[in-house]
T-cell receptor
Framework: GEDVEQSLFLSVREGDSSVINCTYTDSSSTYLYWYKQEPGAGLQLLTYIFSNMDMKQDQRLTVLLNKKDKHLSLRIADTQTGDSAIYFCAERGYNQGGKLIFGQGTELSVKP | DTAVSQTPKYLVTQMGNDKSIKCEQNLGHDTMYWYKQDSKKFLKIMFSYNNKELIINETVPNRFSPKSPDKAHLNLHINSLELGDSAVYFC?????????????FGPGTRLTVT
């Protein structure tokens, strides 16, 4: 079945760049998404990328997609303490009725 | 201007009880979903409805019954609650006719079964 994997933890210093990685197995993925979850809150959609794109930039966020290796990354430039949260990648397969398969989430800790 | 709202935010109840969680979206979306997030933060889809029609029904015990009275509402009723049902339940919605199908999530309902 489909699977999405992320590393569980990432710690960076304020002002550095953070790179959160994700791998997936579904070769029929159409869209891939990044969500942010702060403690006790819901999931906030940060950005997404269509599967025929290699890169998407949105302000401090850069998404890179290597479809051949089924590897997705989210780079956050100039990371701030307010970026501390859990980041989930999710993939949407083709003709799956909208079902998103989520990774386990990467907990980003930003130290001052 | 809450896009996807859920009630209640917290629900504490005893084993064996029946409870409902309500969800409403004001985004004009045609599809709504229920996801379950366990204690390890793992998120898994349970159900989806498109225009009041059930589309996705994952391997969920039949004690869970979703109901969609209209496109803007999707409620979740749970019978005979068990300890293992304790989790955070998220409602989400999306527009499934073209576009990037972004799903927007509600704030979650934390269910604790004692």
């Amino acid at each position: 079945g489909e699977d999405v994997e992320q590393s569980l933890f990432l710690s960076v210093r304020e002002g550095d760049s953070s790179v959160i990685n994700c791998t997936y197995t579904d070769s029929s993925s159409t869209y891939l998404y990044w969500y942010k979850q702060e403690p006790g809150a819901g999931l906030q959609l940060l950005t997404y990328i269509f599967s025929n794109m290699d890169m998407k930039q949105d302000q401090r966020l850069t998404v890179l997609l290597n479809k051949k290796d089924k590897h997705l990354s989210l780079r956050i430039a100039d990371t701030q303490t307010g970026d501390s949260a859990i980041y989930f990648c999710a993939e949407r397969g083709y003709n799956q009725g909208g079902k998103l398969i989520f990774g386990q989430g990467t907990e980003l800790s930003v130290k001052p | 201007d809450t896009a996807v709202s859920q009630t209640p935010k917290y629900l504490v109840t005893q084993m064996g009880n029946d409870k409902s969680i309500k969800c409403e979206q004001n985004l004009g979306h045609d599809t709504m979903y229920w996801y379950k997030q366990d204690s390890k933060k793992f998120l898994k889809i349970m159900f989806s409805y498109n225009n009041k029609e059930l589309i996705i029904n994952e391997t969920v015990p039949n004690r869970f019954s979703p109901k969609s009275p209209d496109k803007a509402h999707l409620n979740l009723h749970i019978n005979s609650l068990e300890l293992g049902d304790s989790a955070v339940y998220f409602c989400a919605s999306s527009h499934e006719r073209g576009g990037s199908y972004e799903q927007y999530f509600g704030p979650g309902t934390r269910l604790t079964v004692t």
